[in-house]
Structures are given as structure tokens and as C-alpha cells.
């Protein structure tokens, strides 16, 4: 439980990352309207919406952690990828494509918890886990904010996706065993 709520976590701090500081490199390094910037983070959101269903259904027939995995790589990859991209309009393809797999995994962690969850305690193991994700997005800020400062706006993301790295990493730990196939 304790993999999964650093995982979460790490992917949150990516996530929250990207909310505060996308607009700004939008903004600083590419120069974009603001009408673009909305748009951009419009389908960030989108990107996931649509993904969501997707992936809890997908991740119910093939197991959480191949969708955990795939989702997390994709994001890393993505997010390391537009720091070389120029073009806008590729930039919020990107951006709406990085938005589908980030946005797409939170239920499906949180479907993982809970089958590794003993059953009396999903409350108490949904609370660690929020608790982490907030924790760990509350230091984004800082740190985002003194990587820009010292480096330049690129270098937080590449710290986000370090941080998403990191998660995908803790996910080949987390152990196969369900609680919810004892429970049956």
C-alpha cells in the first residue's frame, strides 16, 4: 500500500506540476495567446476524460499494473518530448495526447489500491494515499518554482518527468497479490 501511495503520489506531483508551471513555459518560453494557453490546458483535461473509462475498463480485463506501467512510460516519454517541441499546434497535440495517459491512470491506481486493500480498511487506505498525492503535490511548487529560478522553466519538466520515472519504477514493486482474491 505504502508503493502505491509514493506511486500515486509521484504521479500527482506530476500532475500539479504541470498545472502551475505549462502555463507559464507556455506563456515564457513559447510565447503563446492566451486563448492558446486555455486551449492547451482545455485538452490536458480532455485528454483524460476521454481515457479514463478506457483505461479502468481496459485495466479490469488486463490488470491494473500493465496499465499502470504503460501509462507512466507514455507519460515520461511525452513530457520529455515536448521540451523539444517548437510548433504550437504539435505542442497541444502533445499536450491533449500527454493528458490521455496521465489523467487516464488516477482511477486505475486507486482500483490497485483497492484490491491490495484489506477490506476493513479502504477508508483508512484511500486517506494514506490522498494524503500522499497531496503531500507530495504541495513540494511541486517549491521545487518547480526553485528549478525555474536557478535553471530555467525546461528544467521542471524534466524534474516532472524524473518524477513520473520514479513512479513507474515503484510500480514493478508493488506486490501481484490481490486482498480482493482472498476476499472472494
Known amino acids: 500500500i505504502w508503493l502505491l501511495a509514493f506511486l500515486a503520489g509521484f504521479r500527482s506531483m506530476t500532475q500539479y506540476g504541470l498545472l502551475a508551471f505549462l502555463p507559464l513555459y507556455l506563456i515564457h518560453d513559447l510565447k503563446v495567446s492566451p486563448f492558446s494557453m486555455g486551449l492547451t490546458l482545455a485538452v490536458l483535461q480532455l485528454g483524460g476524460i476521454v481515457a479514463s473509462p478506457l483505461a479502468g475498463a481496459f485495466s479490469d480485463r488486463v490488470g491494473r499494473r500493465p496499465v499502470v506501467l504503460a501509462g507512466l512510460g507514455a507519460t515520461t516519454a511525452i513530457i520529455l518530448a515536448l521540451t523539444f517541441v517548437t510548433s504550437v499546434p504539435v505542442y497541444v497535440a502533445g499536450v491533449a495526447l500527454l493528458g490521455f495517459f496521465m489523467y487516464a491512470l488516477r482511477p486505475v491506481i486507486h482500483g490497485w489500491m483497492m484490491d491490495l486493500a484489506p477490506k476493513e480498511l479502504g477508508a483508512s487506505v484511500t486517506s494514506l494515499v490522498f494524503g500522499t498525492q497531496s503531500g507530495l503535490a504541495a513540494l511541486m511548487p517549491l521545487v518547480g518554482g526553485a528549478l525555474a529560478d536557478r535553471f530555467g522553466l ?31
Not at 515503484?170 to 482472498?182: C, I, N, R
Open 154 to 184: 525546461v528544467a521542471v519538466f524534466y524534474f516532472l518527468a524524473a518524477s513520473v520515472l520514479a513512479a513507474n519504477v515503484l510500480t514493478l514493486f508493488v506486490p501481484k497479490e490481490e486482498a480482493s482474491a482472498s476476499r472472494s
